[in-house]
């Protein structure tokens, strides 16, 4: 059962804009924070960008801050990710999550997405 499905990504020049898109089923996203991870070839998941269930509170990753913003839409059960001003160094597969509470830890999501790609382009 798929229940995390991302759309939008792909490949963008440097200093352009990408909207990320995480579609869910009720049982992932129902009183769940979300998020979005991101993993280079060799590297560990690393945390991006984190929501609550309400929305209410939001936690970004140094290296995204000022430059992505994330939000939700509980009535489509649907966790978006604005990514503007995208650097090279962004080029990653990008993970859609969701988990009971809102952590930085990859271990403590109990719901991932297949993953997207995110190429940035010098």
């Known amino acids: 059962q798929v229940q995390l499905v991302e759309s939008g990504g792909g490949l963008v020049q440097a200093g352009g804009s990408l909207r990320l898109s995480c579609a869910a089923s009720?049982?992932?996203?129902?009183?769940?924070?979300m998020g979005w991870f991101r993993q280079a070839p060799g590297k560990e998941r690393e945390f991006v960008v984190g929501?609550?269930?309400?929305?209410?509170?939001?936690d970004y990753a140094e290296a995204v801050k000022g430059r992505c913003t994330i939000s939700r839409d509980n009535a489509k059960n649907t966790v978006y990710l604005q990514m503007n001003s995208l650097k090279p160094e962004d080029t990653d597969v990008y993970y859609c999550?969701?988990?009971?509470?809102?952590?930085?830890?990859?271990?403590?999501?109990?719901?991932w997405g297949k993953g997207i790609m995110v190429t940035v382009s010098t």
């Open positions: 999550t969701a988990g009971p509470n809102l952590r930085r830890a990859a271990k403590r999501m109990d719901y």
């Open positions: 929501i609550s269930w309400s929305g209410g509170i939001t």
């Open positions: 009720g049982r992932a996203f129902f009183n769940r924070a």
